[in-house]
């Protein structure tokens, strides 16, 4: 079988025209470099080389052979170098599953831009999931890191909290509560509210309205809805209020006005999430760099 040092010694002797010449680049002795070089022949059934003045000088099969072993050899280098790169974390894929909260803290925006400066050549795939849907997906290993409202009780999985900000309340533009000074929990107790969804949502949802007895009003929750842009157009429609994080601010859905709730017990909180003994050595790269920051 035709090896890969066969071409390579093949190669340097073509391009030296001499084995003596070849064998000084190549570090070795004359000896064992002929004697690859026979083996070449011996195995392809041609001669490489014919010798004229002392010199060596390719036979036809040799300079078609030529060609295609530069080639090859082009290929394998670059097929190392690409190897070494991606063991070092800066080539390869990198998979990840984010919450919309993180992408409107701007968050994972921060994080890929820092990897980009350090690994440009590393492809990103950007999954929207729910929280339960990237902790299983990072224990099933299809994910390499994720960005959660809720975090994992797996020893496997580790966390870090990577962004914490207060809701506000969205209402529609024009509407009465827009006009007053001090907003207080009794302005908005019994009115209709747009809430996250009580069956794909339900931990968050208990949470929303623990928080909101808390604070001394109790929400008519009259809609349900799971991505933030549907919550926003309902309350632009006049369908209710709602309850969403300070981010949310930049989403720019027309027609929505916000308002502070400094006394509101609730805090947005977004955690990166990965394996404790990462897949890929782009994920470990990735961590390691997202945590400095």
Do not use: N
């Not at 001669?47 to 072993?69: I, N, Q």
């Not at 400066?117 to 290993?141: F, N, T």
């Not at 209402?171 to 007053?180: E, K, M, N, Q």
Request: proline share 4%.
């Amino acid at each position: 079988m035709v090896e890969l040092r066969h071409l390579r010694y093949f190669v340097a002797v073509a391009q030296a025209g001499h084995v003596g010449r070849a064998a000084e680049r190549l570090a070795i002795s004359q000896p064992p470099l002929s004697r690859q070089v026979r083996e070449l022949e011996e195995q392809l059934g041609v001669a490489l080389f014919s010798r004229e003045r002392r010199r060596l000088k390719l036979t036809h099969a040799g300079a078609a052979l030529l060609v295609r072993a530069e080639a090859l050899l082009a290929q394998a280098a670059e097929f190392e170098q690409s190897a070494a790169r991606a063991s070092q974390g800066v080539e390869g894929r990198l998979t990840l599953g984010c919450v919309e909260g993180a992408l409107q803290a701007g968050v994972v925006q921060a994080d890929l831009t820092a990897l980009a400066a350090v690994a440009p050549k590393l492809v990103v795939e950007l999954r929207a999931l729910r929280s339960q849907a990237i902790i299983d997906g990072l224990r099933r290993g299809e994910l390499d890191v994720g960005y959660t409202y809720a975090t994992p009780t797996d020893d496997h999985l580790a966390t870090a909290l990577r962004h914490e900000t207060p809701y506000v309340l969205a209402l529609p533009r024009g509407h009465a509560l827009t006009r007053v000074r001090a907003l207080s929990p009794r302005h908005l107790d019994g009115l209709p509210f747009v809430g996250l969804s009580s069956t794909t949502q339900a931990a968050a949802r208990v949470a929303f309205l623990a928080a909101c007895q808390a604070a001394g009003f109790t929400p008519d929750v009259r809609l349900e809805a799971v991505e933030l842009s549907s919550v926003l157009s309902l309350v632009a429609a006049g369908l209710g209020l709602a309850i969403v994080g300070e981010g949310s601010q930049r989403v720019g859905v027309s027609g929505v006005s916000f308002r502070a709730l400094p006394w509101l017990p609730l805090r947005l909180r977004v955690h990166q999430v990965w394996s404790r003994r990462p897949a890929s050595a782009a994920a470990r790269r990735f961590v390691a760099l997202t945590q400095r920051a």
